[in-house]
């Protein structure tokens, strides 16, 4: 069984880790509460900017020594960004740790943003920006996400805006930096093959000197509104992608939630692969799945079919939601799909970096850590009534957020089906 | 240390193993010689819709029966097509593998091919077909595969053409199976938290009756020819991507291409990392790699960057590769890289479904298994004259083809360069 631990630096910085057996890898990771949601509504894109210039040098290193340094080490690492957060966090043979772990910190304390480098890093963003329009998969999952949280912080695009990109400056950036990077603020995680007590000394050593800080404020619950949101575009494939509210993270129903998303569209088996792609072939990919939240979920639906086979596909997709909101799901499918998630659980429990995300995710999201022991009894206890009562009480049908980019109009998608939205 | 282990049933089935330690999963994989590169030329896309239909039931279960009872067993699997096979594998807990192994045998043995099926699967190709035209970064790998090997079979497009997809019936598939699909052109491999005396003994009762055949014809080696092929179509990005000969499977160079390829082009010190992306902001992802191969191996380079930036990234890029090709790589770059592929293999190592990858491929392609302790070894053998060594004999620039897809012309992409081409 894997171990857990847990503390908290006199500064505020809390410290979580989990000892793996068997492995030789360690993944080390932070992430502090500066995601895009905190982007002011004049400088979309700001925390996308920092998260990507942390690598591009701090008071002690260029950009190019923290890369040459940690490849030479064997990191695999990088940064990453959502609506709440910024991530930085690394794959490496477990005694590469403390050189490692000396060079996130400083990336974290001290970046410089350097004149020079942002240059490069802002054009480099505005031709990530263009790449998304290439991207009809990640435009509608763009699309999703404004139309959803309508009006609310998780509203912005993470990437910004090209105007914004352009015109923002290092002031902004340091700014933006001395806001949100505080121990307070911000979780570090080591699971793999871990020594504990050498790596709480070594954070105490690297980051015990981090000035105290304050957590950034909470943002507060999105209210999503139902409805059918079509963007036409001359692509070959129409896009649709859809979510509706679900329970929260650290909810009782969690785990009832995945399985839940799992018998509607996550193995081959589930009822939107097999009536939308098997039954009728009407599409190449479709899926569903559960994503969690710190305020509520989302069930989240996709599929990508050609526009002559949009409006069925659409149709399908209805009477499948409509069916399970209203006569939830059987015991044998229940069983079969409860099989599967202990099995994904399993496996990822294989993985470092999974660990780490497991670990990171639920700290921040639950203020608690959860050991694989304790995930998988968790699993073993749902009940099939307890998954009808998740789809009873969160039903897809009646709040779905829905959008379709392709040729399609609303008019063609819908057909004769106006009245089911 | 793992172990591996390797057999041949009577029938000519090759089985192989490893057992690792600290792991309770296990990834069970199959691959046959019949990829796409045996589909006959009036019969694009054979090859794959034979992979695809393998799902769709056997003589013994439906295709329903298949995907239930293997989420059941908690099974993650899918099926895979290459230029020289199909592929079945899936990654589940140790104390599945017999149920697992036996539909798994039953699919590969026993297919039948249901008319009702093929209707639903090749609409779902054709689907699959259309949404390739979407994603630009797809369409110029396919064009970079379709120019370098011109004339030959690698060049044959894996998923097909559309008028042959919808002209290919269940007896084409029928008759490609019985071709192919035997144990003398198949190898059957696990990774994991193995007991061989058990697998060895499951084999042999689910495949030991497998009817004998004969090995698949070699191919032959390709011979690509040098060029610039740049295609002009109405995107937000210019995605280049190139190609050159390198050394094949289980050559004596084969770890010194993999470090040069990451020292041109792996991590975020590489040179084109650093020169194309982080000096210049000229593109958002630019990379190179290795790519093995039977007869020869391939250098592979992308970028995607803006079309008002194409011609500059281009001649960079250029600069780079010839700079690599006539001055070779220093000691500091060749220790950087060592320890970052060093590191690579290592942490892949802790992964079943890689393990089984590298099982299966080494056998395939060398003839061999190797264990990891024999990959560390030869990495740590490797010297920066030997890097030199290959990238002299195997030079980039001199045998590049390079293919673009985007707004820009041959003639607004090379510029002033044309000399260099």
Known sequence: MPEQYKDVLPNGLTVLGERLEGVRSLALGFIVGAGSSYDPDDKSGLAHFTETMLLEGTTNRTSRQISDSLDSLGVSYGTSLDAETIGLSGVMVSSRLEPALEIFADILQNP??????????????????????????????????????????????????????????????????????????????????????LFRSLVEKFLGGWKPGTKAPEIGPPHPRPQLYVENQQTQQEHIAGAAPSVPFGHDDYYAAIIAAEILGGGMSSRLFVEVREKRGLVYSVGASYSPGRYQGSWRIYAGTTPERASQTYSVLMEELHKLDSEGVSEEEFRRFQALTRSHVLMAGESTSARLRSLLTSWWYEGRIKPLSYIRERIDAVTVDQVNKVVREWPLSSNLVLCALGPSTKESLVGENVSKV
């Open 112 to 197: 410089s943003f350097p004149e020079d480098e942002m240059e490069q890093t802002r054009s480099s963003i505005l031709q990530e920006l263009r790449r998304e329009e290439d991207e009809p998969m990640v435009k509608v999952r763009d699309l999703l996400r404004r139309v959803y949280y309508e009006g609310h912080p998780y509203s912005k695009r993470p990437t910004g805006e090209p105007d914004v990109i352009s015109s923002l400056s290092s002031a902004d950036l340091r700014e933006y930096h001395a806001s949100y990077f505080n121990p307070a603020n911000t979780v570090c995680a080591a699971a793999g093959d871990l020594d504990w007590d």
